[in-house]
């Protein structure tokens, strides 16, 4: 089984992040590779279970952790639960906007509420959890912001318009906030992940069909990890990527 990357990132030691659907997925693989570099780790998640669970194991473990269940498309909630993460942790100088829904709908279908809901759910928390945590930025120095969006709008995937065009989106967002807030040396990446498989995507989204078309268009002939986009995104919360900011980072095997 691939393991997270050996690299070693002093000065995330002791360091506040925060990831928003840390829960499971890759979101788990993110908290879990923080926690190794010594970071104190704030996550928030609407499923309680699996969060409480993960934050339980990790803080048993010895790890400096904070789980908040909340729904990030209530942005009240959203910012309960990063006041709640500072006041145990300190000041978030990391965020790693995460949390993400691509399950297919039809565009033919999709109401008004449908597509405010889903974009509520794959972009606008994005723009609120930055806003929170902007001010403990500044008052510490600096800070790193990364963005997940995804390969599938590169691609033009069918059978989910909304998702493709948050995801398009978000590459805009991380480029004016890096313009406003680098001034303030605070740091703002994308990283564009392709078929990574999760638990989530093996279930419910991977078939025998699926796994070849990837495996012929992939540049690597294998699957992909979440550790292996972890490693991606940490160097870039990390002093090592201190010069990378306003750019996009493609983690898909050479799909594209």
Not at 147 to 153: D, G
Not at 171 to 186: H, K, S, V
């Amino acid at each position: 089984m691939l393991v997270m990357s050996d690299a070693v990132y002093p000065g995330l030691k002791g360091r506040t992040a925060l990831v928003t659907g840390g829960a499971s997925g890759i979101g788990e693989a993110l908290v879990r590779g923080l926690v190794e570099q010594g970071a104190r780790v704030g996550f928030i998640d609407r499923v309680a279970d699996l969060g409480r669970e993960l934050a339980a194991e990790l803080s048993g473990a010895g790890a400096d952790v904070a789980f908040a269940n909340a729904d990030l498309t209530d942005v009240a909630a959203l910012r309960a639960a990063v006041q709640d993460i500072r006041a145990k942790l300190g000041p978030v100088t990391i965020l790693i906007n995460n949390a993400a829904d691509d399950s297919r709908h039809s565009f033919l279908d999709l109401t008004p509420e449908d597509w405010d809901r889903r974009l509520a759910v794959n972009l606008t928390h994005y723009v609120f959890c930055a806003q929170a945590v902007v001010p403990d930025m500044r008052a510490n120095g600096g800070g790193a912001i990364v963005n997940l969006s995804s390969i599938s709008y590169l691609r033009g995937m069918s059978e989910m318009p909304a998702y493709t065009t948050a995801k398009a989106a978000i590459i805009g967002l991380t480029r004016g906030l890096a313009r406003e807030f680098g001034p303030d040396e605070i740091r703002v990446n994308t990283v564009l992940p392709g078929w990574i498989m999760t638990q989530k995507q093996v279930s419910h989204h991977l078939t025998p069909e699926g796994e070849a078309d990837m495996l012929r268009n992939q540049c690597l002939k294998r699957r992909l990890a979440p550790q292996e986009l972890a490693s991606v995104v940490l160097f870039l919360c990390s002093d090592a990527a201190s010069a990378c900011t306003n750019q996009s980072f493609v983690v898909d095997g050479g799909w594209t």
